[in-house]
Each structure stands twice: as structure tokens, then as C-alpha cells.
């Protein structure tokens, strides 16, 4: 899935659709869509939980790389990101 959010199963049609990263009903979330919940579990604001999340990645990378490792080269390289971004802090 490429951008923000998450995606929820409806096991009565086996399909999936998209919903907003802090929905409850969440079963999956991207990189990006994992950093705005728990922004937004602090903060309870989803403008400034997306502010958060964003400025989190910032110093190294901008949000548009967060997504294309988390699309391209998968979860170990998101951790990986996430790692050197927390290591320059």
C-alpha cells in the first residue's frame, strides 16, 4: 500500500479497504500510518499526531523515503531507517 493509512479486512468479502491510520479497526499500517498512531495515542490530535510523525523522520529523511523503503525494501529496512534516525538524535 503506498502512502498513509491502514488497511482493514472485511472477512465477509475477503477484501480490503483503506482507513484512516488512528481507525481502530486498523489491521495493518504502513510505516508512516504506524508513526501518526502513535503519535495520535499521545497527543489525541491527528493534525499534530501527522506533525509529529512527520518531524520524527525528519533530521535524516524526508516522509517520501519513509514510504518508498517501507513499499520497496520492506520492514527490516524501515527499522533499519528508523534506527539512523534515532542513532543522529
Known amino acids: 500500500m ?3 493509512g491502514a488497511v482493514v479486512s472485511s472477512r ?3 477484501m480490503l479497504f483503506t482507513v484512516c491510520p ?3 479497526r486498523a489491521e495493518r499500517r504502513c510505516a508512516l500510518g504506524a508513526l501518526i498512531a502513535a503519535a495520535y495515542q499521545i497527543t489525541n490530535d491527528y493534525s499534530r ?3 509529529l ?3 520524527a523522520v525528519r533530521p535524516l529523511h524526508g516522509c517520501a523515503t519513509l ?4 513499499d520497496v525494501r520492506g520492514h527490516a529496512a524501515v527499522l533499519a531507517l528508523l534506527d ?3 542513532a543522529a538524535m
Open 12 to 14: 465477509e468479502t475477503l
Open 22 to 24: 488512528t481507525d481502530g
Open 2 to 4: 503506498s502512502g498513509t
Open 84 to 86: 539512523e534516525v534515532i
Open 67 to 70: 514510504i518508498n523503503v517501507n
Open 53 to 55: 510523525a512527520i518531524r
Open 49 to 51: 499526531a501527522h506533525d
